[in-house]
């Protein structure tokens, strides 16, 4: 047996004596695995993957499996354990809020009871109304104010005090019980667990490609955006992209609203000067040296008043940028809140000399955009002329729901709205409704006087957001990010020439 020189020659008895070395079990353990199953596409395998790796369930060792391991087999209730690990199924998502199983609802839930007030007419108002559909205004009873502690069996949400006033009351309820049933459904689908490929946004517009902003339909299929086919995931994914694609319908070239819709003689003025910049010629720049030419400084778009809008995804601004492909951003966001929950994430630097304002700058997003946050009201900035000196042709300001005439923040506008329109700049502004909207051009024109010129007429927002939110205060008080939209500025005085 020794002088063997290959085992081909040897008997089958003397084979079973070799001590042949075993293989190892990876090969033969994948090979046994994928034979088992049915052939994924690239898709699935990718879906399964990543739901897997999300729930973080443990794998098993390899290296202390056998080709007889146990742990190996497939069977059918595997498959259901797998779907079984998120947390909602797309057919199981109503759920009451007090009773949901998500812990971040139930809280919720907990905060609306302790804060929110039944709007039944018996019970005495609370507050004063903000607007004429507010639901303080049929409060003329004269029973004590009363917390929400019922919930609604078709909405799931808690409206009222006591089973009674719900019943007693349920005409006016039906109003908006149905949005409050697609408002319960689509918070408990992002607690879910599921996948979200709606949240998967595509690169660089090519420049031969051009992009079609008449509406969320168009403008997703030109960018090539993965296909929506459920209108619950159009609204999750409308909900984020509402901020850049407001901005970019208003200023980029292709823009929906021109002086046949809305746009005033003034805005046409205004927007050219900056589309000018957003849109260059091209001037034949490549990457060589013969291809070296000046390039025009980046479009500042000062976010003032920032909230929500500061603390989104940077791939989400991105989208700003990929729909000037020629053109480079530098997105500012001023306001005290505009890091808020977001200590964890940017510590706020101290403030030294040589950064008096503690801003904190974000420049490694992409070649096209740099992001800058102040924690800062505008007017101080602009005294001390940190952005001086501005130009109509790279600036414009952006106001997301700033809530310029609301009796609760009207008053810490006073000292900025003056300073924003000595700018000469636009001035883009959204709002919740309709009277948000008019409510805010009120207030602006009684403090300013006749200092404004209208650019866009305000109006429903093309690309506003398909979800509605619930405000938490007054389950009643139902919204949608960016409604509407109008935009404005100083008002500028043309030389006039006389004969002398």
């Not at 002088?3 to 190892?24: D, E, K």
């Not at 917390?147 to 609604?152: G, K, L, M």
């Amino acid at each position: 047996m020794a002088a063997l020189s290959s085992t081909t020659s040897a008997c089958r008895q003397c084979l079973g004596r070799i001590a042949l070395p075993r293989s190892r079990p990876s090969a033969r353990l994948f090979s046994a695995s994928t034979s088992a199953q049915p052939a994924l596409s690239s898709a699935k395998r990718i879906t399964r993957s990543r739901r897997r790796l999300s729930t973080s369930a443990p794998r098993p060792q390899i290296a202390q499996l056998s080709r007889d391991s146990p742990q190996i087999q497939h069977r059918p209730e595997d498959a259901a354990q797998d779907r079984s690990r998120e947390l909602l199924q797309p057919e199981n998502l109503f759920h009451s809020f007090t009773d949901s199983p998500s812990p971040v609802i139930r809280k919720r839930a907990a905060f609306i009871k302790q804060n929110a007030y039944c709007p039944h007419p018996d019970h005495s108002a609370t507050r004063q109304p903000t607007s004429p559909d507010d639901i303080e205004v049929r409060k003329t009873g004269t029973m004590p104010p009363a917390h929400v502690r019922y919930e609604c069996p078709d909405c799931g949400i808690p409206v009222a005090c006591c089973e009674d006033h719900l019943a007693d009351d349920y005409e006016a309820h039906l109003a908006i019980c149905d949005t409050l049933r697609e408002i319960n459904e689509d918070d408990h689908d992002l607690v879910s667990g599921r996948f979200f490929p709606e949240f998967e946004y595509p690169g660089p517009q090519l420049d031969e490609a051009q992009v079609n902003l008449t509406n969320w339909d168009t403008m997703l299929y030109s960018r090539e955006f993965n296909a929506i086919n459920d209108e619950r995931s159009l609204r999750q994914a409308t909900r984020l992209l509402t901020y850049p694609a407001t901005v970019a319908s208003v200023l980029h070239e292709l823009s929906p609203y021109n002086v046949r819709n809305r746009l005033t003689p003034e805005g046409l003025k205004s927007l050219t000067a900056l589309q000018y910049t957003l849109h260059p010629p091209r001037s034949g720049a490549g990457a060589g040296i013969k291809g070296l030419r000046p390039t025009a400084p980046p479009v500042r778009l000062f976010c003032i008043g920032a909230r929500a809008e500061s603390s989104l995804p940077r791939e989400v601004w991105q989208q700003l940028a990929w729909l000037f492909p020629r053109s480079t951003f530098h997105l500012i966001f001023i306001g005290p809140e505009s890091m808020a929950n977001r200590d964890d994430e940017y510590p706020l630097p101290p403030r030294t000399p040589q950064n008096p304002f503690g801003a904190i700058v974000e420049d490694r997003i992409s070649s096209q955009l740099k992001v800058t946050t102040y924690v800062e009201y505008f007017h101080t900035l602009h005294n001390a002329q940190a952005f001086y000196p501005y130009d109509p042709y790279f600036d414009a300001f952006v106001l997301f729901h700033p809530g310029l005439g609301h009796p609760a923040s009207s008053h810490e506008w006073q000292d900025t709205i003056r300073p924003l329109l000595d700018t000469k700049v636009p001035i883009i502004a959204t709002g919740y409704t309709d009277y948000d909207m008019k409510r805010d051009i009120e207030w602006v024109r009684n403090t300013v006087g006749d200092e404004m010129d209208i650019l866009l007429q305000p109006g429903e927002n093309r690309f506003r957001s398909l979800r509605w939110d619930l405000n938490d205060l007054d389950p009643q008080d139902v919204s949608a990010g960016n409604w509407g939209v109008w935009a404005f500025r100083g008002k500028r005085y043309e030389t006039q020439m006389r004969d002398s």
